[in-house]
């Protein structure tokens, strides 16, 4: 087959037509030293991908083809690339650039490089050219952000880890996830599931906070030690001062009771936000914090030793992401979009079957 200098993806026009999918081709960045180029196998659905099709992230770049949690295989490496051989099966995860140089970036915070760009969507700075993501026939990704997949992990299984699984996985590392701890993980969704998964591998007590006992079983099933559900009458109070670290993973704050959330922290307890809700997001006040001294803070996605990590996790320990698969068309990713909306998955959709849209 003759290499192909133009890509093929499945882009959305715009806000107003964000649930139909067009089959176009568009330019790749220009080939540099350090890139590879992935023959795309599968894609994970992300919350990302409908706050940006939709607008409600603000402007963007359209026609734009989302998805950041790929796997496929590398088919052509840059004279430079030594983290990956061609014919390798790799990951690419929501960002794909960095300066690498900066104090940030070497100190394995390259999520937070101010010269970060993500997968999808952005602008490389020399060619102009928008970055697009993996509901597409292929994608050119620097090899920092290029992940080996370990043998024995099933593809479809491991593309969510690489946005949903990482945005769990580091903040919890980063803050002390592990035997001897209580952890909380509000929100059971794509990212949430993941947090539960990692928080058990990683020898915590771990509870799951949602709002109804509709996923309680699942939880369970997924190894949490407990379970909250915050449409309970008065149910904060038996857990008050009992946590060591929450991990904040809800994609929306209507009804959301932070003073309430923060009450279970125990003493200067961590409360971390990883979900980005659209609107205006919630107001805090000092004494919210005052009671038992706790921190509030974020965390971005996960540096390229916590992916490998994780990945490494994820195979020793045999974890199973919960995932839905669908065979990647215009109409199945218009109806993964508008379920996820709806937060209808369990626990994360994940796009397959590239082949027999986008030929061998
Ligand atoms: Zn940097
Ligand atoms: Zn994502």
Redesign the pocket.
């Known amino acids: 087959m003759a290499y192909p200098d133009k890509f093929t993806g499945f882009q959305v026009n715009g806000p107003e037509t964000w649930t139909e999918f067009h089959k176009n081709q568009f330019d790749p960045k220009p080939f540099g030293d350090y890139d590879v180029d992935i023959k795309i196998e599968c894609c994970g659905v992300?919350?990302?991908d409908v706050h940006t099709i939709s607008g409600g992230w603000g402007e963007q770049h359209f026609p734009l083809a989302v998805g950041?949690?790929i796997v496929g295989k590398a088919i052509r490496v840059g004279p430079k690339v030594t983290y990956v051989k061609e014919g390798e099966r790799v990951g690419v995860g929501?960002q794909s650039y960095a300066c690498l140089e900066c104090k940030q970036c070497k100190n394995d915070n390259e999520t937070y490089c101010t010269q970060q760009l993500d997968t999808f969507g952005s602008v490389w700075p020399d060619s102009g050219i928008v970055s697009q993501g993996g509901y597409s026939s292929h994608v050119r990704t620097h090899q920092h952000w290029v992940f080996p997949i370990p043998d024995g992990l099933d593809s479809a299984l491991a593309a969510p880890m690489l946005?949903?699984g990482i945005?769990a996985y580091s903040p919890l590392v980063r803050n002390g996830c592990g035997p001897g701890k209580k952890v909380g993980i509000v929100g059971m969704g794509g990212i949430g599931h993941f947090g539960l998964l990692f928080a058990k591998a990683l020898g915590a007590e771990v509870w799951a906070i949602s709002r109804s006992h509709a996923k309680e079983a699942d939880c369970r099933a997924m190894g949490a030690d407990g379970f909250i559900a915050t449409g309970d009458e008065g149910w904060a109070a038996p857990h008050r001062m009992s946590f060591d670290l929450v991990l904040n993973t809800a994609s929306s704050f209507d009804g959301f009771d932070l003073d309430a959330y923060l009450s279970l922290l125990d003493v200067h307890g961590r409360w971390v936000s990883v979900g980005l809700p659209e609107g205006e997001g919630l107001k805090v006040r000092n004494q919210t914090f005052l009671a038992n001294g706790c921190f509030i803070g974020s965390s971005h996605l996960g540096s390229r030793r916590e992916t490998l990590e994780m990945l490494s996790l994820t195979a020793d320990k045999g974890i199973r992401s919960w995932v839905e698969t669908m065979p990647i068309s215009a109409e199945n990713l218009s109806k993964a979009v508008q379920r996820l909306e709806k937060s209808d998955v369990r626990y994360r959709f994940c796009m397959t079957d590239y082949e027999k849209e986008f030929g061998a």
Do not use: N
């Open positions: 992300c919350a990302s950041h949690e929501a946005c949903a945005t």
